[in-house]
């Protein structure tokens, strides 16, 4: 027992204390996790964002806020967002939320948003005609807007360890502090 503890303590003291659970069940595998703040710079640094919409309405979506929806195994942004364009009078602001589930993306080891839902896309004062043009095309919008949403990147470093192991992430749980990526045994290819 003493063995397996100090085995333990000492690869977390070799991985820096970069986040890395083990648990102490004989079969339990190492997991990984990234605190709520990790998350929320990471997706800051890939925003503001701007889509056309055919020509008509140009969007410009501003650093979301991201929340943890646990029970759900979800995250949640909301995000200002500036239209303007031919379809518009004048510029306006609004907000857009979303939530969405996350896959683990292999060949660039990062955590991604997916199965994306839109909640409300909403702009002050728009007209009738453009109001309905983007709540039908909202859920599109979302899609190009988050699908490859890179939320958090893993490196070489983060993975090393799982690596050695034979592992690669599989799970990824999102709790009250953040988000917990579990690891499953290496598919052979």
Known sequence: MKRRQWIQGAARLALGGIGWTVLSQAHAQPSYTVASAQLQEAVAQRFPVRYALGGLLDLTLQRPSLRLLPALNRLGAEMPVEASGPALARSTTGSFDVDFALRYEASDQSIRAHQIRVNTLQLAGLPPGPAALLQTYGQALASQTLLEVVLHKLRPQDLMLADG?????????????????????KRQL
């Open 165 to 185: 192991l034979g592992l690669e992430p599989g799970t990824i749980t999102v709790t009250d502090k953040g988000l917990l990526i579990g690891f499953v045994t």
